[in-house]
């Protein structure tokens, strides 16, 4: 069974930047694509971005598109969030997840998920 940790989040000013790590661990399977998505109180789980198993397809929400890049290093096993510009508005925990396909922006394609890590963006 793949377990994966979150880790990066915090405080932030906006403007600021931060990266969020997932990392994978146990029996990960392979190939395997990646999503991250995050969830702000009162609000539905949304979808932030996703990135291939070799690295070379991603795709970004809108709201995130120009601010945010996921890349992923296999050999560590890990994937990364790279935010810049934060905006109050990206207030949220952040999740990633692990499914068998590239592509998918809802939450119930993916079937493996951390536990989260929060990002709070200070105004």
């Known amino acids: 069974q793949v377990e994966l940790v979150e880790s990066g989040g915090g405080l932030v000013q906006a403007g600021g930047s931060l990266r969020l790590s997932c990392a994978a661990s146990?029996?990960?399977?392979?190939?395997?694509?990646m999503g991250w998505f995050r969830q702000a109180p009162g609000k539905e789980r949304e979808f932030v971005g996703c990135?291939?198993?070799?690295?070379?397809?991603?795709t970004y929400a809108d709201s995130v598109k120009g601010r945010f890049t996921i890349s992923r290093d296999n050999a560590k096993n890990t994937v990364y969030l790279q935010m810049n510009n934060l905006k109050p508005e990206d207030t949220a925990l952040y999740y990633c997840?692990?499914?068998?396909?590239?592509?998918?922006?809802?939450?119930?394609?993916?079937?493996?998920w951390g536990q989260g890590t929060q990002v709070t963006v200070s105004s």
């Open positions: 997840a692990a499914g068998p396909s590239y592509g998918f922006i809802t939450p119930e394609k993916y079937d493996t």
């Open positions: 146990g029996r990960t399977p392979s190939p395997y694509a």
């Open positions: 990135i291939s198993w070799g690295g070379w397809r991603t």
